[in-house]
């Protein structure tokens, strides 16, 4: 409601009292702006002591990711020395793996050898019972002529 300066010299009560008023108003509204203002503060000291509960837990955090950035380098370390020792291991299988082949070659050549052998063996049995058979054939011829010379004699 708008007064005039009229208006206040003819009811010069009635515009105090209006005044009062929005000044009781006004006095209320600053109390429960105050009120509202010692809310928010504690809400803030609220949010500061979680904000500074956060940024220890970033602080844990962050030494927690080194640990682990380090234990990452360490492991990858370890990873390279066992992929040099698997290269080792691999190029001496292949080493002994040739090796193999240069036994297998040179066994399967001895075991010809022993077949020749075996076969020759053979042969020679056969000639030396040839030799045996003409033995007793010439034993006993020997035989006959004996009798025959005994015969002879008589």
Same mark, same amino acid.
Request: proline share 1%; aromatic share 8%; charged share 40%.
């Given at each position: 409601?708008r007064?005039?300066?009229?208006?206040?010299? #003819?009811?010069?009560?009635s515009?105090?009292?209006e005044?009062?008023?929005?000044? $009781?108003?006004?006095?209320?509204?600053l109390?429960? @702006?105050?009120?509202e +203002? #010692? #809310? @928010?503060?504690?809400? $803030?000291?609220g949010?500061?002591?979680?904000?500074?509960e956060?940024?220890? /837990? /970033?602080?844990? %955090? +962050?030494?927690?990711?080194?640990?682990?950035?380090?234990?990452?380098r360490? %492991? +990858?370390?370890?990873e390279?020395?066992?992929?040099i020792?698997?290269l080792?291991?691999?190029?001496?299988?292949?080493?002994?793996?040739e090796k193999?082949?240069? $036994?297998?070659?040179?066994?399967?050549?001895?075991?010809? #050898? @022993?077949q020749?052998?075996?076969?020759?063996?053979?042969?020679l049995?056969?000639t %030396?019972?040839?030799y045996?058979?003409? %033995?007793?054939?010439?034993?006993? /011829?020997?035989?006959? +002529?004996?009798?025959?010379?005994?015969?002879?004699n008589?």
């Amino acid at each position: 409601m708008r007064k005039t300066a009229i208006d206040f010299f #003819k009811h010069p009560q009635s515009l105090y009292h209006e005044l009062e008023i929005t000044l $009781l108003g006004y006095q209320n509204k600053l109390q429960e @702006l105050e009120e509202e +203002e #010692k #809310k @928010l503060e504690i809400t $803030l000291l609220g949010y500061q002591k979680k904000l500074q509960e956060l940024e220890e /837990e /970033e602080k844990k %955090l +962050e030494i927690t990711l080194l640990g682990y950035q380090n234990t990452l380098r360490e %492991l +990858e370390k370890e990873e390279k020395k066992l992929e040099i020792t698997l290269l080792g291991y691999q190029n001496k299988l292949r080493e002994l793996e040739e090796k193999e082949k240069k $036994l297998e070659f040179t066994l399967l050549g001895y075991q010809n #050898k @022993l077949q020749e052998l075996k076969e020759e063996e053979e042969k020679l049995e056969i000639t %030396l019972l040839g030799y045996q058979n003409k %033995l007793r054939e010439l034993e006993e /011829e020997e035989k006959l +002529e004996i009798t025959f010379l005994g015969y002879q004699n008589i």
